[in-house]
């Protein structure tokens, strides 16, 4: 049976009409902050549901969000999305998390949740999908309907108009200056696509080359990695692409992974072909993913600041205008051998 707005006010000692003012955010001056946050408390423990169709007929805010995310995610988007909607619950907002297959018109699907309300959109990385040829247009389109009606929006990643995005350069550069420091000139960054921040960043070590060279001399070129769904997956991903990049470039001393599952999947191989990792050649990734953090070698890497993240993009996610917001992750570089022991 609904919870209903007299329940609610018999457990907080309130009037229905003042219950009402606080759960549907009007104006009301007649209650403390604090007051209010414990209504709201009540509500949510009782199990109260809102009934958007009223709202949206008489015009009232909804507060709610949807979170688009495009197909399988890293464990660390995956947990930053559920950072944000903590956070969103927390300011009184209910959540839509919305996923947008790869190859699907989008357009329909934010415009079916613009019409149950939903005011403000977080869009984690390229939901517009289709080919590179017309990804443009479709991301011009998405956010003309948005603009039309209205709606607020974020972007998390690099973004022509509002973006929270993370800021790589830091890392890469203290991990490639690391590398040369140690004796490992030679290095191979692994990386998905053309033109990508990490790419970015790694360029400006070296700004005496131009970006063609930077990735024939020191990339590794991967495909698309978003298929993979479990940690084991990527781990044999990271076996096989290590093995394919010694045999075309042996004198390599220096790996930059994908991430730190696939620093281990490197780590598995280099130990299966007599080499030392951390010592024959050094290793880093991306996330501090605990698994590479305790394997026994050291693999350097980048710990990214979810909860600025977070933060930065419930709070964007309200506002409008040009937004362009870098956070840089925590930089963790290991000279010693790693050990839960």
Known sequence: MAVTLRQIADVAGLSISAVS???NNRECNFCS????KEVIQIA????????????????????????LKRGNLT????????LMLNRFEQIGYSC?????????????RVQDLIDRGVERFVLMGAVWGGKDSDAGERYRSLIALLKKNRRTYVDYGDSKYRGVMQDFAPAVQATVKFFIEHGAANIKMMLPDEGSNREKALCSCFPEL??????????????EIFSLETIDDIVRAGYQETGKLLARYPETRAIYFLSDQFALGGVHYLNDHGLIPGKDILLAGFNDFPGARYCGY?????AHDLDALAAALVEESGKSGECHIKIAPKIILREKQMSLF
């Open 298 to 302: 050291p693999i350097s890497t980048a």
């Open 75 to 82: 464990m660390e988007v995956n947990n930053l999305i559920m």
């Open 33 to 36: 902050d604090a007051r209010k």
């Open 210 to 223: 131009t970006a063609r060279e930077v990735r024939e001399k020191y990339i590794f070129p991967q495909k």
């Open 96 to 108: 839509y998390v919305v996923n947008c297959p790869p190859d699907s018109d989008i357009v329909p």
């Open 21 to 23: 003012q606080i759960i």
């Open 44 to 67: 949510r423990e009782l199990g109260y549901k809102q009934k958007f169709a009223d709202k949206i007929k008489r015009g009232d805010i909804t507060r709610t969000v949807a979170v």
